[in-house]
């Protein structure tokens, strides 16, 4: 059974850090490329050369990254605002076509819930 669970949520001021984690079972995580989502894509790394790809709102405040022997992907977000409060959701597909089209996804975590508060 494929689990995706995220963690590393909270409340944080803005300006302030915080560091997601989305843990990943029953998958070849290797082989998925991997995405972040709140109510639309955040970012994704490709499985196969690890590319990045980012809305234009997070671009050079957060960073996608993968440890795929702890079957591990991370979202570290710096210099937040208000704006980015939400439930972010980690996402794994197989065969992706767009980062940005929801359907192409074959799994999704539960979600953890970011508040930025000024």
């Known amino acids: 059974q494929v689990q995706l669970v995220e963690s590393g949520g909270g409340s944080v001021q803005v300006g302030g850090s915080l560091r997601l984690s989305c843990a990943a079972t029953?998958?070849?995580?290797?082989?998925?490329?991997m995405a972040w989502f709140r109510q639309a894509f955040v970012a994704g790394i490709t499985w196969i050369d690890n590319?990045?790809s980012y809305a234009g709102s997070v671009k050079g405040r957060f960073t996608i990254s993968r440890d795929n022997a702890k079957k591990t992907l991370y979202l570290q977000m710096n210099n937040l605002k208000s704006e980015d409060t939400g439930v972010y959701y980690c996402?794994?597909?197989?065969?992706?076509?767009?980062?940005?089209?929801?359907?192409?996804?074959?799994?999704w975590g539960q979600g953890t819930q970011v508040t930025v508060s000024s």
């Open positions: 996402a794994a597909a197989r065969n992706l076509e767009s980062w940005r089209k929801r359907e192409n996804y074959d799994y």
């Open positions: 029953g998958l070849a995580f290797y082989n998925y490329d």
């Open positions: 590319s990045t």
